[in-house]
């Protein structure tokens, strides 16, 4: 079998964004979950640039005109994500770090479902079968974390639920903002779409911090190192992110993409010293199951 370079793509993405949370979750024991969501953007703004220009072949002047479709796609998507990531952090705050990341894990039955029905995604049957497979997954390990099913609607749940959404139509406008160029390269589409939305998401968490926390840029510049690395994993993650979902459905996309929980659960085992459980395990089969399937569709 041929691995599609879409695949590729999700698997880097999947690691890189696991390593990013894990990253976040150690500033915010410094920073408020807001400074927190800046370092991602401050920081990887560069690495962003850098990538932009190194896909246009180093010719910033080729870039294509920037239409209204793109413009207004590109900012719903940004803003999108600020309010995602920031109910992400404040979900890690109140559940231990596999937990946090099983709630948002219900974007990829809502990238579904919102794409099939107001982005023209066509699923296949097939495809349906894998997303209900890897969701089955982690409802599985999100219940053997919780102590049952019962205790899962809380306030972790509707924080989870919340990002699930924000990050589900963040991943369909963005595909939507790169592909309204119309350009059969989706490296240099999907590098001017991401330059687009993290200088933009830069720009309105810096002022947001700026007005409600002043004190914490003064922080976060102190906070240099892991800064530094929440921005390289994070711009990594969301090139991979991007590219993949240029060329491909989104919600397949986010459905590969749920390897990243494998990746989450292996930094919970090794650094937080966090131990699965045998529901945890069987959840983790029916993802790599779910993975499979969706490949071989």
Same mark, same amino acid.
């Given at each position: 079998? %041929?691995?599609?370079?879409?695949?590729?793509?999700?698997?880097?993405?999947?690691?890189? *964004?696991?390593?990013?949370?894990? $990253?976040?979750?150690?500033?915010?024991?410094?920073? !408020?979950?807001?400074?927190?969501?800046?370092?991602?953007?401050?920081?990887?703004?560069?690495?962003?640039?850098?990538?932009?220009?190194?896909?246009?072949?180093?010719?910033?002047?080729? /870039?294509?005109?920037?239409?209204?479709?793109?413009?207004?796609?590109?900012?719903?998507?940004?803003?999108?994500?600020?309010?995602?990531? +920031?109910?992400?952090?404040?979900?890690?705050?109140?559940?231990?770090?596999?937990?946090? =990341?099983?709630?948002?894990?219900?974007?990829?039955?809502?990238?579904? %479902?919102?794409?099939?029905?107001?982005?023209?995604?066509?699923?296949?049957?097939?495809?349906?079968?894998?997303?209900?497979?890897?969701?089955?997954?982690?409802?599985?390990?999100?219940?053997?974390?919780?102590?049952?099913?019962?205790?899962?609607?809380? *306030?972790?749940?509707?924080?989870?639920?919340?990002?699930?959404?924000?990050?589900?139509?963040? =991943?369909?406008?963005?595909?939507?903002?790169?592909?309204?160029?119309?350009?059969?390269?989706?490296?240099?589409?999907?590098?001017?779409?991401?330059?687009?939305?993290?200088?933009? *998401?830069?720009?309105?968490?810096?002022?947001?911090?700026?007005?409600?926390?002043?004190?914490?840029?003064?922080?976060? +510049?102190?906070?240099?190192?892991? $800064?530094?690395?929440? $921005?390289? !994993?994070?711009?990594?993650?969301? %090139?991979?992110?991007?590219?993949?979902?240029? /060329?491909?459905?989104?919600?397949?996309?986010? !459905?590969?993409? *749920?390897?990243?929980?494998?990746?989450?659960?292996?930094?919970?085992?090794?650094?937080?010293?966090?131990?699965?459980?045998?529901?945890?395990?069987? $959840?983790?089969?029916?993802? %790599?199951?779910?993975?499979?399937?969706?490949?071989?569709?």
């Amino acid at each position: 079998m %041929i691995v599609e370079s879409w695949v590729l793509w999700t698997i880097l993405a999947s690691f890189m *964004q696991a390593v990013r949370t894990a $990253g976040q979750k150690q500033l915010t024991t410094n920073v !408020t979950p807001l400074a927190a969501t800046l370092a991602r953007y401050l920081y990887g703004v560069p690495f962003v640039l850098v990538w932009l220009w190194f896909t246009s072949d180093g010719q910033l002047s080729a /870039l294509p005109d920037l239409n209204l479709n793109f413009l207004v796609s590109g900012l719903i998507a940004g803003v999108l994500q600020i309010l995602a990531t +920031l109910l992400l952090i404040r979900l890690l705050g109140l559940r231990n770090f596999a937990v946090g =990341s099983t709630y948002v894990k219900t974007e990829i039955l809502l990238t579904a %479902i919102l794409g099939f029905t107001f982005f023209a995604e066509q699923i296949t049957l097939m495809g349906f079968a894998a997303i209900v497979i890897c969701v089955v997954g982690l409802i599985l390990i999100s219940v053997s974390k919780s102590g049952g099913l019962a205790s899962l609607w809380n *306030q972790s749940a509707i924080y989870g639920l919340a990002a699930g959404l924000c990050f589900s139509l963040t =991943s369909l406008f963005l595909r939507r903002a790169s592909l309204s160029f119309g350009i059969d390269d989706a490296m240099f589409t999907a590098s001017i779409t991401l330059a687009y939305m993290v200088t933009l *998401q830069c720009c309105i968490t810096f002022v947001w911090v700026r007005l409600q926390q002043p004190g914490q840029i003064t922080k976060l +510049l102190k906070l240099w190192k892991p $800064g530094f690395f929440i $921005g390289v !994993t994070s711009v990594a993650g969301s %090139i991979g992110w991007f590219t993949a979902m240029t /060329l491909e459905f989104a919600s397949y996309v986010k !459905t590969l993409g *749920q390897l990243e929980f494998l990746f989450t659960l292996a930094i919970s085992i090794l650094y937080f010293r966090e131990r699965p459980t045998p529901m945890e395990f069987m $959840g983790m089969g029916l993802i %790599i199951f779910g993975a499979v399937i969706l490949l071989l569709t």
